[in-house]
């Protein structure tokens, strides 16, 4: 009802970004008043019963649904809990045909968690801020992770559709049923968008975290993000320029499905330790293979340092370790003799309000705090795509710079 007591008051507008990571086994939301220093940024927390791996501002994944079809965060008598919405959206899209545009169980499971973690993160914040935000109407905007490394796919079209919906049901006084967030996915793909809704891919919500972080710095550098499905892995440069704008340059990201937890189940199985480390040392070693056109012959990197960074709940896993030895190792010749160097990064408490958690447990927050930065603070980004290829140096002729036999 705050909403729509306030949809048509035009006076005293208050800018509102959702960064919202929505995680395989955790989510985690940042909303940024990105106009107004004196309220800032704010980590959304979950009471205990809803957090992942005790931290307050990691939020489980998953959704119930009652008998009467009546959706919630927390599960009501008998009704279950569904906990694999992520996976199981992903894969029913990865399978559907490109002109199917028939709403299904996943789209509809998703957009009902998504809708009512919104309506609860806006319903705690101005519960927080009821004084600073009296008077005022939040125009809304929202940045929504996708571990992804195209957005111009028919995945990103149907999480976006999806992500629509859950804005627009998150902000009405209705209940959250399968039939009104069915319904509210059909609206979407065809009526106005309500709000500023963008699909990011994740990858470039964690690289944006670094941009806000105090490793900020020009230079050429990777990131890994050891998520509980996927694993990111992206090779980018930052550049600040003598006007104080900056860009970020995507040189390759690649994402596949081996997170922490697919590969625990994979070394359950059959697979050994000796197969893992090159599996996964061969997914760093080609992304930097494929970074070399656009970085170029000349960057200082092939023969020195590139720094590392690591982000996600995987991080601590020990079948991780090693890949990026192997990959070095295996790289090393006259064209590659990068050596990489790993570095901490962290999230700052001066950027956003995290006071309830324990100093160093939040920097998975990192791709959320990314996302919550509007398109107006944000660095100019270029995808791979939109970068010139630099050709490699010519090989000298070594042979002609000697006399031959045929020529005394």
Sequence with gaps: SWFKDKLNDNSNIESLCIGYDLGSTSTKIVLRFPYNANLGAFAVPAPPSLQADGNPYFWKTQVSCSKNDQFSLIAN???????????????????????????????????????????????????QLSKALHGKRLEISANFGLPTERIDN?????FLLC????????TSDSIISRSAVSDAIEKARHKPKKYVVKIIPEFIGAVYGFFNSTRRRNGQFMLLDIGGLTCDCT???????DDGTSVIKIFNGRVRNFGSDVVNVAVQGNLGKSDLT????????????????RIGPHASIWGNEMPVFKIGGGINNNLFQGMFAWAENNLKNSTFKTEFMEEKISIEKNTIDISLAVDGSCDRLL??????????????????????IIPELPRRDLEGLFVGPEQT
Excluded: H
């Design 77 to 127: 008598g008998t009704a279950a809990y569904k906990s694999s919405l992520k996976l199981d959206f992903l894969r029913a899209t990865e399978a559907r045909r490109s002109n199917d545009l028939s709403i299904t169980d996943e789209d509809i499971y998703i957009t009902a968690y998504m809708a009512l973690m919104i309506r609860q993160s806006l319903g705690w914040l101005i519960a």
């Design 154 to 158: 028919s995945m990103s079209a149907t």
């Design 163 to 170: 992500c629509n919906a859950a804005m627009t049901l998150a």
């Design 235 to 241: 090779c980018f440069g930052f550049f600040e320029r």
């Design 278 to 293: 090159p599996a996964l040392g061969s997914f760093v070693a080609k992304t930097l293979i494929a970074s070399r056109p």
């Design 367 to 388: 791709v959320g705090l990314g996302l919550s930065y509007s398109n107006y603070d944000l660095p100019d980004w270029l995808l791979s795509g939109e970068l010139n």
